[in-house]
Nanobody, 117 residues
Framework: QVQLVESGGGLVQPGGSLRLSCTASGSIFSFYVLGWYRQAPGKQRDPVASIRGGNTINYKDSVKGRFTISRDNAKNTMYLQMSSLRPEDTAVYYC???????????WGQGTQVTVSS
């Protein structure tokens, strides 16, 4: 079973940037989809961005134009570049991957992102 580990979270001021990484313990080359969810305190876990195949990308409306998802199959790593961060982006960010359409999601442990002055 491939494991996913997030890194790159932290405290940043409004308007700042962070890059999250999600590194897999094995190959992600053949994964059907990879993506990110986030969960703010007291709220449900919501999808943020996903990348299917090499070029089908979807974003939550509120992050469009500010966040960029990418993957580097050679490094078995997925990224979420976050810019123009807002306090409402504060959440625990989880990466996930799914081998096939019918597979269950494999989840990382989460990384905290806090946007505050």
């Amino acid at each position: 079973q491939v494991q996913l580990v997030e890194s790159g979270g932290g405290l940043v001021q409004p308007g700042g940037s962070l890059r999250l990484s999600c590194t897999a313990s094995g190959s992600i080359f053949s994964f059907y989809v990879l993506g990110w969810y986030r969960q703010a305190p007291g709220k449900q876990r919501d999808p943020v961005a996903s990348i299917r195949g090499g070029n089908t990308i979807n974003y939550k409306d509120s992050v469009k134009g500010r966040f960029t998802i990418s993957r580097d199959n050679a490094k078995n790593t997925m990224y979420l570049q976050m810019s123009s961060l807002r306090p409402e982006d504060t959440a625990v960010y989880y990466c996930y991957g799914r081998r096939t359409l019918a597979s269950d999601n494999i989840w990382g442990q989460g990384t905290q992102v806090t946007v505050s002055s």
